[in-house]
């Protein structure tokens, strides 16, 4: 049976495939890295158009081979879970900032953590001195 995924940079080195964290009750971790596995390409399309409007990066649907994609799920130690047609599958309301790949291939550099009010902060330090 062929089920479809989404996948980022689709044909370069740096593909990747869509995960979601959720809470596993039954595991050792709080939270495993699922794979979203869609009988229908219509709802897997309509699940990436979902993320693009939260600003995450387009997504290329892909079908692929039901027993294909168990396989590489269970060498990746990641949890698969099959959305059937009627299911709504919704993205969470909160994505991440940082991926195990990145839009234009490079891993990203570490930035300095935002500070509200840094300016102000400056302000009273520098009265300090």
């Known amino acids: 049976m062929r089920v479809y995924v989404l996948l980022f940079n689709v044909g370069t080195d740096n593909e990747g495939i869509h995960t979601i964290k959720l809470r596993q009750p039954d595991t050792e971790d709080d ?70 790949w990145q839009i234009d291939g490079p891993p990203l550099e570490e930035s300095e953590p935002e500070i509200p009010n840094l300016d102000a902060i400056k302000r009273r330090l520098e009265g300090l001195l």
Not at 45 to 72: H, K, M, N, S
Not at 74 to 92: F, H, I, K, W
């Open 31 to 100: 939270y495993q890295d699922v794979v979203l596995a869609f009988e229908q390409e219509d709802d897997a399309t309509r699940f990436a158009l979902l993320l693009e409007a939260q600003d995450f990066p387009e997504a290329t649907v892909e079908g692929i081979d039901q027993e294909e994609l168990e396989e590489f799920c269970e060498s990746s130690d990641l949890v698969l879970q099959y959305v059937t047609e009627g299911m709504l599958a919704v993205p969470p309301a909160s994505n991440i900032d940082a991926t195990d």
